[in-house]
């Protein structure tokens, strides 16, 4: 398998995770977001969408992250990184889609670049803009994970699943920008106990060899 990857991105972060813990091993293939690699032709005829992560197996090509840990699921079902039981195959993917689909979208680097080179925003703005769609969205997240029965050392459950490799990445950003998060004490708290796992630790920004 290859994963093309950067080490700063929230999409590819996740993908990173679901892999280690399945102990699955792949070829790293760098893509640099922020100096354009992304929109090089080369990369454009692999991957039309020209965003990362993208994932080669088996003369496949997947795209989009969510994706492509429902894959890894399917074809390597062990260890688990979805409930058994319907209900909770479906909490998890709620959650994950929050994460994925709600919060991420409206503070990833294409959104925030548009806002300062094309809307005029400044830094500062740009700042209160991310902060203010991380405080909403992680208060969604957390009344959900409060709430609910289901949740237990992870986001559900005592193992890892797809929702905590969406959630991970996600405190990484913001507290990369200085967000507030103490409105989501059961985050954090899910968020530590991921931080214990080597697969989490092997898959963070500042441990990837394209790190700056």
């Known amino acids: 398998m290859k994963l093309y ?51 080669t197996d088996d003369g496949g090509l997947l795209t989009q992250s969510l994706a492509i840990m429902e894959y890894l699921e399917e074809k390597y079902p062990s260890p688990a990184l979805l409930p058994e039981d319907l209900l909770g195959r479906a909490r998890v993917r709620s959650l994950a889609l929050l994460v994925a689909c709600e919060i991420h979208p409206l503070n990833n680097l294409r959104a925030l670049r548009y806002l300062v080179n094309e809307l005029g925003r400044s830094e500062e703005e740009k700042n209160k803009w991310y902060q203010h769609w991380i405080h909403d969205g992680m208060a969604k997240l957390e009344a959900d994970l409060a709430r609910a029965p289901g949740t237990g050392r992870f986001c559900h459950g005592d193992t890892p699943t797809v929702a905590d490799c969406c959630l991970v990445p996600q405190v990484f950003n ?15 708290r899910v968020f530590d106990e991921c931080m214990k796992l080597d697969a989490f630790q092997r898959a963070q920004p500042s441990r990837q060899p394209d790190v700056e």
């Not at 813990?21 to 991957?47: C, D, F, I, T, W």
């Open 5 to 55: 990857t950067y080490f700063r991105s929230s999409a590819a972060f996740r993908v990173r995770i679901a892999l280690n813990l399945k102990g699955l091993s792949y070829e790293a293939q760098y893509v640099h977001l922020a100096r354009g690699e992304h929109r090089r032709p080369e990369y454009g005829a692999l991957n039309p969408q020209a965003l990362v992560p993208a994932l």
């Open 174 to 188: 913001a507290q990369r920008f200085n967000c507030d998060l103490s409105h989501a004490p059961t985050a954090l």
